[in-house]
């Protein structure tokens, strides 16, 4: 027998990791659903191990004779006690670089945008040709024309209220003992971006030179699709089953916060020279994207996938980044299937998942290096989490997340409010931090932002063809 303890002083990054572990482990064992807003401790089964990997969030694993776990949330520490296989020596020894790679990816985000969702922190202003508002309490921002132009209004709508962020990459790096590999990881992110389009690179670039950051910290956490991993849950409900008449498209965007990041969220509306305008639900300093809809109603979510089936590779440093390749689904698509066109046309760099709808109905991409699968509708339904269930692709992994999605009551019209109960029955707690349902007919979004889990906050409905429309603002 022998107790292994991880522990340090209970700073948000640190209790943000002790929610996620909390989060997951509730997600992938036999435990009840809870929503967990409070510090406390798990008994797990036994027969289950945490499992670490560097830079992937925890998984179980079965190990011999394990008898209990108990996590504490004062501080992080985690105890397990369990007659150890030489398997278990190894993972354990990899936990404190797994935290941390998981700390610093998301803290680069962080350090692109960082304001506070609230006027005082960050006020509504007009800059020539963009503006940022709120929408009953929801930050919307607007930019139009060229990448440059974007670029420059994106840096004056976001740029100062992210200034007392920057310091926060290094700083993770360094309470971690990762400040030495800092270069490393924003060299590997520069070799991604250089392979995305270039009008997103030239917006990119725009956003450094008018905000004065250093480009690592924009560039990584632009890819980080490829350097952290995304838990999130969605449902499409075609046009036969829905009360509103045409499709639904719901998701729960699930990520470790640590404790900041829910702060951040906002609304960006693009209206690009010559493509299509869309709305992308994210953060300031993302330029890619992983939730939205354009004008021609055609809705997309992302979602992570941690095996596949088909032997490709997890990471493929010669692919498109994947957040620039769904920007550009919602920048020059009409339709889910052109979206799939899209999709084959391009070299992927890692597993996703990709739920599109249109005004149709919808389709869930699986995605790999080496393959495109697409999964339709089962009785005008179609659900997606974290795993591939497409043959050759899956590997069998049951979830529960995608079960509690399932049970919506047969024979019923699905309305916008039974999307989000099975929204909110999937939630991951502190990791749910964004809860959305595109209508694609009415381009319309209802979203819940703020304090995690966001799944069953009142939604509120943001017109879109409203902000597509607007003409840009004057300074």
């Known amino acids: 027998m022998r107790a ?8 948000p990054a640190t209790a943000a990791i002790w929610r996620h572990i909390r989060s997951w482990l509730n997600d992938n064992s036999t435990l009840p ?50 007659t150890l296989t030489r398997e278990a020596h190894s993972l354990m020894s ?42 009953e309490g929801i930050p919307v921002a607007v930019l139009s024309g060229s990448p440059e132009a974007m670029g420059r209004q994106h840096a004056e709508l976001f740029g100062a209220a992210a ?40 917006e990119l670039q725009s956003i450094a030179k008018h905000t004065g950051f250093g480009d690592a910290e924009i560039v990584v956490a632009n890819t980080l699709l490829e350097l952290r991993r995304v838990g999130c849950s969605s449902i499409i409900v075609e046009p036969p089953r829905s009360a509103a008449g045409g499709p639904l ?15 951040y969220s906002v609304v960006t509306v693009y209206r690009p020279e ?8 994210g953060f300031p300093g993302l330029v890619g994207v992983l939730s939205g809809m354009n004008d021609a109603g055609l809705a997309l979510a992302t ?7 088909d032997g490709s590779r997890r990471f493929n440093p010669a692919g498109v980044p994947l957040a620039f390749v769904f920007r550009r689904i919602l920048e020059e698509c009409d339709n889910a299937d052109e979206a799939e066109a899209l999709l084959r046309s391009v070299k992927a760099t890692t597993w996703m998942n990709l739920a599109v709808c249109d005004r149709h109905g919808g389709a869930v991409f699986e995605i790999t290096p080496d393959n495109v699968a697409r999964r339709d509708d089962q009785d005008h339904l179609l659900f997606c989490t974290n795993h591939f269930r497409a043959e050759g692709l899956t590997v069998g992994e049951t979830c529960r997340r995608y079960d509690v999605l399932q049970q919506i009551p047969a024979g019923k019209p699905i309305d ?37 889990p966001t799944s069953d906050d009142p939604l509120v409905r943001l017109e879109l063809r409203d902000l597509f429309a607007s003409p840009a603002a004057p300074r």
């Open 94 to 135: 990899a936990a404190r670089l797994g935290v941390a790679l998981a700390a610093l990816a998301l803290s680069l985000a962080l350090s692109c945008g960082a304001y506070a969702a609230s006027p005082a922190v960050f006020s509504p202003q007009r800059v020539e040709g963009g503006e940022l508002r709120y929408v």
């Open 303 to 309: 979602l992570d996938v941690e095996a596949s089936a």
């Open 416 to 452: 916008v409010a039974a999307v989000q109960a099975r929204l909110d029955a999937a939630n991951q707690g502190e990791l749910t931090l964004q809860t959305m349902i595109f209508e694609p007919r009415e381009l319309a979004l209802h979203l819940a932002l703020g304090e995690p």
């Open 249 to 263: 498209l719901g998701r729960n965007f699930d990520f470790l916060t640590l404790g900041e990041l829910h702060r």
């Open 163 to 202: 200034k007392p962020a920057l310091a926060l990459p290094k700083r993770f790096a360094k309470e971690y003992g990762l400040e030495a590999f800092f270069p490393f990881i924003a060299q590997a992110g520069r070799g991604l971006v250089a392979q995305a389009p270039q009008r997103h690179q030239r």
């Open 274 to 281: 010559g493509l299509h305008a869309f709305a992308a639900v």
């Open 33 to 82: 659903k809870s929503k967990y807003k409070n510090a406390g401790f798990i008994r797990r089964t036994p027969g289950a191990c945490l499992k670490w990997s560097a830079g992937e969030v925890c998984k179980l694993s079965a190990l011999r004779r394990t008898r209990t776990s108990v996590i504490t949330g004062a501080g992080v520490t985690i105890i397990l006690l369990t």
């Open 4 to 11: 292994f303890r991880i522990s340090s002083a209970a700073t």
